[in-house]
């Protein structure tokens, strides 16, 4: 079975400080890849960060990093200094090689940065 | 990467009346998606359309409900058939892209009375 869980379903933060989103998958497949994307107000998902099972180095790209851990099944999302337009839907996703049309998502953290 | 155009951006429908929705990369695609995502849930895949063949449905979802139409490798449409309140969502078409990402339009926000 393939399942993406965050069981994080809202968050509050005051602007500036460190959120955490985490994310668990489960699959029997070796080779996967895993997704964040960002679903603010406006409704369209955008694609923040894809990583394939092989590649377990940590990711960072600005205020954003990605902590991918094989040995726990997760793949956490770190915003630093966060900032109210960070204020949206995040969600973890999954794809694997044997299924390669199918994005499997997580149910969706909301993230509200208050100023 | 891929970007997705899809129209109408948000409908209001009656009960029993069927929409079209359209989609349009501004690339040729091998493999597109139609996505619906309920209230407050997360996204969940009606079908993948690929050209040159019937689309293929997930479980729980039928084709005389949501029939798919993909003519060519830029473009296709999801109609919502037989409307009901319980199809009021965001449903969203997605791309495969050439560099292997996975891209979405910006969403149709369906509203059934």
């Known amino acids: 079975a393939q399942k993406v869980t965050q069981a994080q379903t809202e968050i509050s933060v005051v602007e500036k400080e460190d959120v955490t989103l985490d994310c668990v998958y489960e699959?029997?497949?070796?080779?996967?890849?895993l997704f964040w994307y960002k679903q603010p107000p406006s409704g369209e998902l955008v694609f923040l960060i894809r990583r394939n099972s092989f590649d377990e180095q940590n990711e960072i790209s600005g205020r954003y990093s990605w902590n991918f851990q094989k040995s726990t099944s997760s793949f956490n999302f770190t915003i630093t200094a966060s900032q109210v337009v960070d204020s949206a839907v995040y969600f973890c996703?999954?794809?694997?090689?044997?299924?390669?049309?199918?994005?499997?998502f997580g149910t969706g953290t909301r993230l509200q940065v208050f100023p | 990467s891929a970007v997705i155009s899809q129209k109408p951006s948000r409908d209001i429908c009656q009960r029993g009346t069927s929409l079209t929705i359209q989609c349009q990369v501004d690339?040729?695609?091998?493999?597109m998606f139609w996505y619906r995502q309920q209230p407050g849930q997360s996204l969940t895949l009606i079908a993948t359309a690929n050209q040159g063949s019937e689309a293929t449905y997930e479980s729980g979802f039928v084709i005389d409900k949501f029939p798919i139409s993909r003519p060519n490798l830029t473009f296709s449409t999801l109609t919502v058939s037989n409307m009901s309140p319980e199809d009021s969502s965001i449903y969203l078409c997605?791309?495969?892209?050439?560099?292997?990402?996975?891209?979405f339009g910006p969403g149709t926000r369906l509203t059934v009375t």
């Open positions: 997605s791309a495969l892209a050439s560099d292997n990402e996975q891209y």
């Open positions: 996703a999954l794809r694997t090689l044997y299924n390669t049309d199918k994005l499997i």
């Open positions: 690339s040729q695609v091998t493999m």
């Open positions: 699959t029997r497949d070796t080779t996967y890849y």
